[in-house]
């Protein structure tokens, strides 16, 4: 599993061999621009409605109507300030930041616990509590929105953080714990047997040894896991509606609805929560592509 | 592998459920405590308020009967299929496609073509919904492009109940096809570069090796990317609740979103939605045990 992350992009300069030049050439000029055109009309399609939102969020809403192609006459850049204030931005950001944060780390901490366990103790509930873990990572969870919704009802975790986190880090953990059982089952046993000769106890040899040659995978989980919360609206949606306690995606939503006239606002919205994940993406790109091949070949 | 002359039994056990039981108790609460009680309000007449007061009366499969027999249950169920066709017939193949180039170097800029067509996969899906929403809207720049071609043409698309899927299937295909790129592209980087040398010093041609070789290596792999295809189409309501809201008259409408409107929109029917919440279950397990049929026909997923 850990060999899906043998990087490309080393692989590409490693061999720069006759082999594949001659490759390009071998397969002739026409079947070449079919390929050139595809994905340069693919890369094409990804950006031009990126920049199209983006031109538009500086277009007064009249504006936008009667010119939705082309360039602003005057660059309106108090889309933001309005669309900022309006949605109150500086909480749905704050918001996210902390249900990402804190249900990253629990899902973290959790299922590398108890990852330790059923990876280096044997049980004999290892397979059934594994497996219990495993059919969760194929699971539909849309399927558990009115029961969920009904729970957090009844105990009158509506409207509450507390609320929002707990099914977040039991949702991350069926994935969480297949990913770091399979990579703490790869780490020797002798690092842990030289720790208990030293006499450290089990909770010991989880934080002083596991945890930090555990490093790669608690950074795979927290990237898939971190995108999974930071996009996540279905949930959130059911189970909050007080505004201060709202993430980036429920408060986006605002802009379809009441406010979906108000074309000017609602480019700047979109380009407010377009800007994080991309961000992280372009800067990040060959960890996240990797914990995506691993993570969905595995889901 | 443990030497039991270092830790007692006993002392094992505390720290094996130390550690598994906080991850196990949270796990359990949030997914097989609610689907039991999914399956029990399913079959009652459950109309609100406190459920502790048990003010409800069993009903048999009275919901089950009253889905089968809803025609928006028939239509999601429907917009569903298509979800999985376009993923299957579009996504896939695509990705493949693209990972495979990429992968064979035939075209240059690999890595950045990589980065532009997975790209849409990571902005929120309530973001693309909306965007598209607008794009595709009467206002919206389609209508002023076509109208250069054929003037007086009007966006009719999200407006008319029997095309409003299409616009919606496009942009899954926008959205998606990145991923299954990433998903090929790492699994053909697990290929042994020696075995593709040895097809190419016996003289194998490009289509003879991607076909005698290559195919028969990711086999595992795209069967992977179908159930994938399958149980992402079950999950595929944010797109479409920010893109239409399942409107035009509900035609857009996915089982997932089909629940979530009995459940929320209107007089809310808790138990009926629970019924459509363990119709998905039962897909799913379906879906689950298939998936380990045929990696067991397959030899598992690739390794």
Redo the contacts between chains.
């Keep these: 599993?850990s060999?899906?992350s043998?990087s490309?992009?080393s692989?590409?300069k490693e061999?720069k061999s006759s082999?594949?030049r001659s490759?390009?050439e071998?397969?002739g000029p026409l079947p070449?621009i079919v390929?050139?055109v595809?994905?340069l009309g693919?890369?094409f399609?990804?950006?031009y409605?990126l920049i199209?939102?983006a031109i538009n969020s500086f277009k007064t809403t009249q504006e936008?109507?009667l010119n939705?192609?082309g360039l602003p006459n005057r660059w309106f850049a108090k889309n933001y300030s309005l669309a900022w204030r309006l949605a109150n931005f500086s909480t749905l950001f704050l918001n996210s930041i902390l249900y990402t944060g804190i249900s990253t780390i629990g899902v973290i901490w959790?299922?590398l616990?108890?990852a330790?366990?059923?990876a280096?103790?044997?049980?004999r509930?290892t397979p059934f509590?594994y497996g219990?873990?495993l059919?969760?990572i194929?699971?539909?969870?849309?399927?558990?929105?009115?029961?969920?919704?009904?729970?957090a009802f009844?105990t009158g975790l509506v409207n509450t953080r507390v609320g929002v986190l707990?099914?977040y880090?039991?949702?991350g953990?069926?994935l969480g714990?297949y990913l770091c059982t399979e990579f703490i089952k790869g780490l020797p046993?002798s690092v842990i047997?030289a720790g208990?000769?030293d006499g450290a106890?089990?909770?010991k040899i989880?934080i002083y040894i596991i945890i930090p040659m555990a490093k790669p995978v608690i950074a795979t989980v927290a990237i898939l896991n971190g995108?999974g919360i930071?996009?996540e609206?279905?949930l959130i949606n059911?189970l909050v509606s007080r505004g201060n306690l709202l993430s980036?995606?429920v408060g986006?939503?605002k802009?379809?609805g009441a406010l979906a006239s108000d074309?000017g606002k609602?480019?700047a919205a979109?380009v407010i929560?377009?800007v994080p994940?991309?961000t992280?993406?372009?800067v990040l790109?060959n960890r996240?592509?990797?914990g995506?091949?691993?993570g969905?070949?595995?889901? | 592998m443990n030497p039991p002359h270092l830790y007692s039994k006993s002392e094992e056990r505390r720290a094996y459920w130390l550690l598994v039981l906080p991850a196990v108790v949270i796990y359990w609460a949030v997914t097989a405590f609610p689907l039991l009680f999914s399956i029990v309000l399913s079959m009652t007449d459950y109309s609100g308020g406190p459920i502790f007061a048990f003010d409800f009366k069993f009903v048999g499969l009275h919901n089950y009967v009253s889905m089968f027999k809803d025609p928006y249950f028939w239509i999601s169920l429907k917009n569903n299929v298509y979800i999985i066709l376009i993923s299957v017939l579009g996504q896939i193949p695509l990705g493949f496609i693209f990972a495979y180039v990429i992968f064979r170097k035939l075209v240059r800029f690999g890595d950045f073509f990589q980065t532009m067509i997975y790209l849409p996969a990571v902005i929120s899906p309530i973001v693309v919904g909306i965007l598209w929403q607008t794009f595709f809207s009467p206002y919206g720049p389609l209508t002023k492009i076509m109208q250069h071609f054929q003037p007086g043409w009007r966006s009719t698309f999200l407006l008319d109940p029997k095309r409003a899927i299409i616009p919606v299937l496009f942009v899954m295909l926008w959205m998606y096809t990145g991923t299954y790129l990433i998903i090929f592209l790492a699994n053909l980087q697990k290929i042994e570069p020696t075995i593709l040398e040895a097809a190419k010093i016996e003289g194998a041609t490009e289509f003879q090796t991607l076909w005698h070789v290559i195919l028969p290596a990711l086999s595992g792999v795209i069967v992977t990317t179908i159930i994938l295809a399958i149980s992402g189409s079950l999950k595929s309501f944010n797109l479409i609740f920010a893109m239409t809201q399942g409107n035009p008259a509900r035609r857009t409408s996915v089982l997932a979103l089909y629940m979530y409107d009995t459940a929320f929109r209107g007089a809310p029917n808790y138990p009926k939605a629970s019924a459509i919440s363990i119709f998905i279950v039962i897909l799913s397990i379906i879906l689950i045990i298939i998936t380990k049929a045929v990696e067991n026909r397959y030899g598992g997923r690739e390794e």
């Design positions: 599993m060999k899906a043998v490309y992009k692989r590409g061999k082999m594949e490759l390009r071998e397969i070449r390929l050139y595809l994905l693919f890369t399609l990804t950006l409605p199209w939102m936008f109507l939705p192609l959790f299922s616990a108890a330790f366990a059923f280096k103790i044997k049980s509930f509590l219990g873990f059919i969760g194929l699971f539909t969870i849309e399927s558990l929105m009115i029961p969920l919704y009904l729970m009844t707990i099914p880090i039991g949702l953990l069926p714990i046993d047997e208990r000769i106890s089990y909770l989880f995108l930071w996009n609206f279905m059911i980036l995606p986006i939503m802009f379809s074309y609602q480019f979109l929560g377009t994940t991309v992280f993406y372009l790109r996240i592509t990797q995506v091949a691993v969905a070949t595995k889901g």
